[in-house]
């Protein structure tokens, strides 16, 4: 099976040098977590909250392969930088958690984690994490013209009247479509 | 020779640790993540987990003094706590942990309090005795591999 170079460039000694965002608020638990990722020769960046965190992948996503990510945080829930991560830069995010209950590992999956790790985390199942990278990107493939998860639901509609999506109108797309109430600066407004 | 003896009381004080239930496998976990990259990577650990969990303390001691007990915040506070102890390997220090996380649960407000003494006393305990682990084996000098006690 031969791995094809996308922009999210993989090098040939992948998963080495693999690129890794860690989050944790725990700096004890950060630092043993970077570590665990040293010695699997992935390439490291550490974030000590989500806020943090979106704004170096916001920065550029192409920077990393992998997002990790702990569940509790006190700036931002683990779930809700989960989804973000997912909406805007469709990276595999894995998440991790003293908290093993099955509600838990279930509202992970459900809210789009490649996986659901226990703490404390063992170099083990660090090691494999790259397979997540290679699963993601096969099943980007396999979606033809999608970018993202989201366009695509768009773009399957039968309707041909359908205008471009547009994140902001709910409006229906009859004659009437001057400015929206709530915001002037929909720069493709196209009302005649 | 010397720097044997030294090795020897090293293992032995480590073995020591782990007999009287102080620490567990994570300890060991963490020695096999040392290497020439960081050679003193546990100690490293130990000081900031110490570091850090002390403002933890104050938070904990703040609100265990306050009338009536807000278990929730508590619970918040240990959850972490916990967390970060477990992190290293402090086995009885997490034990207690949990212990005060149950009596939060419970809303057993002098359980919380009794538990909270007991786990402080195990975790100063901890302390003193990784300092005088750590001292000890940095005069022996680095130890090949991490050792796993009996």
Redesign the interface.
């Known amino acids: 099976m031969t791995l094809v170079v996308d922009e999210h460039k993989m090098n040939d000694k992948f998963p080495i040098g693999m690129r890794v965002l860690a989050v944790d608020d725990d700096r004890t638990c950060l630092m043993i977590l970077e570590k665990l990722l040293l010695k699997c020769q992935y390439h490291v960046t550490t974030a000590k909250n989500a806020i943090d965190a979106l704004n170096l992948l916001r920065e550029n996503k192409k920077n990393f392969d992998l997002v990790i990510s702990n569940v509790h945080m006190p700036d931002m829930d683990g779930f809700k930088l989960l989804e973000l991560i997912g909406l805007e830069m469709d990276l595999p995010v894995i998440m991790f958690s003293v908290n093993d209950d099955l509600k838990m590992v279930m509202k992970g999956i459900t809210h789009g984690a490649c996986d659901y790790l226990l703490k404390r985390v063992r170099l083990k199942e660090v090691q494999i994490i790259w397979q997540h990278v290679i699963r993601k990107k096969k099943g980007k493939r396999s979606n033809s013209d999608s970018v993202n998860g989201i366009d695509s639901a768009v773009i399957g509609s039968s309707d041909q009247n359908v205008k471009p999506y547009r994140k902001r109108k709910d409006k229906n797309e009859n004659d009437d479509e001057e400015e929206n109430e709530d915001d002037d600066d929909d720069d493709e407004d196209p009302s005649a | 020779m010397d720097r044997n003896n030294s090795r020897r009381q090293v293992a032995a004080m480590k073995q020591s640790l782990f007999d009287q239930g102080l620490l567990d496998e994570?300890f060991i976990?963490?020695e096999?993540?040392q290497d020439d990259?960081?050679p003193n990577?546990v100690e490293?650990?130990v000081t900031?987990?110490y570091r850090?969990s002390s403002r933890l303390i104050s938070n904990l001691e703040q609100t265990l003094e306050r009338n009536p007990l807000d278990f929730n915040k508590l619970d918040t506070i240990m959850?972490?706590f916990?967390?970060?102890s477990?992190?290293?390997g402090a086995k009885k220090v997490k034990a207690e942990s949990s212990l005060i996380r149950e009596y939060c649960r419970t809303g057993n407000a002098e359980g919380c309090r009794k538990s909270y003494q007991q786990m402080k006393k195990e975790y100063v305990a901890l302390r003193k005795k990784l300092e005088n682990y750590f001292q000890l084996a940095r005069q022996a000098g680095p130890l090949e591999r991490a050792c796993r006690p009996k």
């Open positions: 994570q976990q963490l096999e993540l990259a960081n990577f490293e650990i900031l987990y850090d959850h972490q916990k967390g970060s477990s992190s290293i």
